[in-house]
């Protein structure tokens, strides 16, 4: 296939000599100087804060990572569909940005895992994305499924289920704002200001949608140590949301999470015992590959105790 090639900007031929690790590395180590500055920002300011989408919830939380990505193809319409008959609270899915400016719902910079072609996103227009089917990698009896658009998600989700859209590192530039206007474009059109969370890696991208849109819940994805001084920042800038790699996290850190007033969502637990000691620590929702065996653990711990209810 003779898919077109865009013409590009010194400075962003520059910047994508980072991708993807580097530019990585350099986005962990922005957490301290965004943190810093935002702390200084939001006490010397009054801060709108976030709508608090999870205030109304209890419990943990069950959420389809990509959909219900164990059996299905990721990020694609089917598996957000099998997710929801499964009674997800939240779908999580990944966007990024082609060529010609549409918000697309994929996790990988480049296709080949998924169209076993070496081929970006960023460089493709929708059109041409259309033609490349990414299903047949999981099995091929879901050979014909498409990276959809977001507004194509808003369209199947139903408003009472929340969705987290992560902005992925390669959808991102140092330099434009481009892509996190793109979302809150299509969060604003499609009316779900108040069931999103946007979520990144990159503090920087984070900044910018509390600056765009204040009024849209945001979290930071952490993965690295919790110390104490990232802990009283995260707190002071009202942070109100970290989803934090599991590996992270232990009872002394969730009790400190705690005290500042911070909900934790993490990612991805896949096993009866990772749900488990989820539960015991507290954590507000759980991000799983999984949705099916979620719904049962969860089922179980809501299930009466009739002996208890004779005591």
């Given at each position: ?17 980072l ?56 990020n694609t ?18 966007v ?17 895992r998924l ?30 499924q498409l ?34 206007q793109?979302?809150l ?7 779900r ?18 600056k ?22 995260l707190?002071?800038?009202r ?15 969730m ?13 991805t ?37 009739p ?5």
């Amino acid at each position: 296939m003779n898919l077109t090639r865009p013409k590009i900007s010194t400075l962003t031929k520059i910047e994508r000599l980072l991708h993807p690790k580097i530019k990585e590395v350099i986005a962990k180590s922005l957490v301290y100087y965004f943190t810093i500055k935002e702390f200084y920002t939001y006490r010397h300011s009054r801060y709108q804060g976030h709508q608090h989408v999870l205030k109304p919830f209890k419990g943990l939380l069950n959420i389809g990572h990509r959909g219900f990505s164990s059996q299905y193809p990721e990020n694609t319409l089917l598996a957000f569909e099998k997710a929801l008959e499964h009674h997800v609270d939240m779908i999580e899915l990944d966007v990024q940005l082609t060529q010609d400016g549409q918000i697309v719902v994929c996790h990988d910079p480049d296709l080949e895992r998924l169209t076993k072609q070496k081929v970006f996103v960023r460089d493709l227009t929708f059109v041409e994305l259309q033609t490349l089917e990414v299903g047949s990698w999981k099995d091929t009896a879901y050979t014909g499924q498409l990276i959809p658009r977001l507004s194509e998600v808003f369209e199947l989700i139903p408003k009472h289920t929340l969705i987290n859209i992560e902005i992925k590192h390669e959808a991102t530039s140092f330099f434009t704002w481009q892509t996190e206007q793109a979302v809150l474009d299509l969060v604003k059109a499609h009316q779900r200001e108040k069931q999103v969370i946007i979520s990144a890696f990159n503090p920087m991208v984070v900044n910018r949608i509390r600056k765009l849109a204040p009024e849209i819940s945001t979290a930071y994805l952490i993965t690295q140590t919790l110390n104490p001084l990232l802990i009283f920042l995260l707190a002071n800038i009202r942070a109100a949301y970290l989803h934090v790699d599991f590996s992270y996290l232990n009872p002394q850190v969730m009790r400190k999470l705690k005290r500042k007033g911070l909900r934790v969502l993490s990612y991805t637990l896949n096993t009866q015992q990772d749900y488990q000691t989820a539960y015991e620590l507290g954590l507000s929702g759980i991000f799983t590959d999984h949705p099916d065996q979620l719904q049962t653990f969860l089922a179980e711990l809501n299930r009466p105790d009739p002996l208890r209810a004779l005591k």
